[in-house]
T-cell receptor, first 112, second 113 residues
């Protein structure tokens, strides 16, 4: 079945460091891919998405490119801030499906 | 403002009692979902509904029940049959379709002692 694998956390970075959170997926067909962010004690919010191969999703300085050849959707940000500290979830939604498949989440801590 | 509301934020119950968690949306979304999140873990799907008066079991439906009598509302009942009900419960909604993201409520933290 479909699945999403994310790098394990926590990831700890200093402010202004470069961020990469790896995400790979297994799916038949052509899924849509998402990154969601969860701040402490809150629900998830959509951060960005890409719906077809080679699409780049971007928002708030974060970006991720849908790579079908490597089945990956890695999240990157050039300069993180303390306010980016949160849990990040990679997810996929397959064609014809109503169930979004979420990765286990990666916790990010950014130190001032 | 459009969005999803869950109430209450915190809920405490004694073991053996059923409890119902509220979820309401005014986004005019057809699909609604309930997830369970345990500390340090991802989301697990409990139930989902694609349309009024219809719902399907997710991956961990045992010990839970839902109803979808109105488009805006998708309440979740945690029954006494759920062996380990203490968790953070998230409700979400979304449009139908293969590119549609989900919109999440703020969650309800249920503690059963």
């Amino acid at each position: 079945g479909d699945s999403v694998t994310q790098m394990e956390g926590p990831v700890t970075l200093s402010e202004e460091a470069f961020l990469t959170i790896n995400c790979t997926y297994t799916a038949t067909g052509y899924p849509s891919l998402f990154w969601y962010v969860q701040y402490p004690g809150e629900g998830l919010q959509l951060l960005l998405k890409a719906t077809k191969a080679d699409d780049k999703g971007s928002n708030k300085g974060f970006e991720a490119t849908y790579r079908k050849e490597t089945t990956s959707f890695h999240l990157e940000k050039g300069s993180v801030q303390v306010s980016d500290s949160a849990v990040y979830f990679c997810a996929l939604l397959n064609t014809g499906g109503f169930k979004t498949i979420f990765g286990a989440g990666t916790r990010l801590f950014v130190k001032a | 403002d459009g969005g999803i509301t869950q109430s209450p934020k915190y809920l405490f119950r004694k073991e053996g009692q059923n409890v119902t968690l509220s979820c309401e949306q005014n986004l005019n979304h057809d699909a609604m979902y309930w997830y369970r999140q345990d500390p340090g873990q991802g989301l697990r799907l409990i139930y989902y509904s694609q349309i009024v008066n219809d719902f399907q079991k997710g991956d961990i439906a045992e010990g839970y029940s839902v109803s979808r009598e109105k488009k805006e509302s998708f309440p979740l009942t945690v029954t006494s049959a759920q062996k380990n009900p203490t968790a953070f419960y998230l409700c979400a909604s979304g449009l139908a379709g293969p590119t549609a993201e989900q919109y999440f409520g703020p969650g309800t933290r249920l503690t059963v002692t």
